[in-house]
T-cell receptor, first 112, second 115 residues
Framework: NAGVTQTPKFQVLKTGQSMTLQCAQD?????MYWYRQDPGMGLRLIYY???????DKGEVPNGYNVSRLNKREFSLRLESAAPSQTSVYFC???????????FGQGTRLTVV | AQKVTQAQTEISVVEKEDVTLDCVYE???????LFWYKQPPSGELVFLIR??????QNEISGRYSWNFQKSTSSFNFTITASQVVDSAVYFC????????????FGKGTKLSVIP
């Protein structure tokens, strides 16, 4: 089983460009999450989807949008990238909210 | 709001030494869950353990053990006879069942095990 798969693994964007980070899980989990990791900050929740058909803001949602396309897929969109969005992005899933979350390999995004 | 504090930013130990990583959590909820994750140099996040607030029993898994003490709001992680492969950043995290789905992470402790 692949678990949680994120694409792409690396991306460089120019300020103002848009892009979508893709995430898919094959564990039949109900809940999915997007986190960003910055040096010295730990992981911070951007958006989450407790179940298919629902999405909610996390701690740092500004500048991002999400789509829970189906039970397997949860995408994160940057409409107009800014240098402050340079980070490592992790997608995660859990069977239910509060259960152990399993993480993808991460996407290293640089905005110049 | 929940808060997780990992006061140790970086720790270095010599191989075969024991090491304890500290985690202090804050919550107003009676039902909550605590987690430890490992992030090796390759960057992925690996789930290690989940405990709920009603279960204060210590847990041992091989060289890893966890000490959960509600009286001090701590959930400390001990590695016995450390190995170079234990070198990683370790994150403590908490989750409250009170309507919030946010897993709150500490800032992590970087452990370096020197051969």
């Amino acid at each position: 089983n692949a678990g949680v798969t994120q694409t792409p693994k690396f991306q460089v964007l120019k300020t103002g460009q848009s892009m979508t980070l893709q995430c898919a899980q094959d564990m039949n989990h109900n809940s999915m999450y997007w986190y960003r990791q910055d040096p010295g900050m730990g992981l911070r929740l951007i958006y989450y989807s407790a179940s298919e058909g629902t999405t909610d803001k996390g701690e740092v949602p500004n500048g991002y949008n999400v789509s829970r396309l189906n039970k397997r897929e949860f995408s994160l969109r940057l409409e107009s990238a800014a240098p402050s969005q340079t980070s490592v992005y992790f997608c995660a899933s859990s069977e239910f909210p509060g259960w152990e979350a399993f993480f993808g390999q991460g996407t290293r995004l640089t905005v110049v | 709001a929940q808060k997780v504090t990992q006061a140790q930013t970086e720790i270095s130990v010599v191989e075969k030494e024991d090491v304890t990583l500290d985690c202090v959590y804050e919550t107003r909820d009676t039902t909550y869950y605590l987690f430890w994750y490992k992030q090796p140099p390759s960057g992925e996040l690996v789930f290690l353990i989940r405990r709920n607030s009603f279960d204060e029993q210590n847990e041992i898994s091989g060289r890893y053990s966890w000490n959960f003490q509600k009286s001090t709001s701590s959930f400390n992680f001990t590695i016995t006879a450390s190995q170079v492969v234990d070198s990683a950043v370790y994150f403590c995290a908490s989750y409250s069942g009170a309507g919030s789905y946010q897993l709150t992470f500490g800032k992590g402790t970087k452990l370096s095990v020197i051969p």
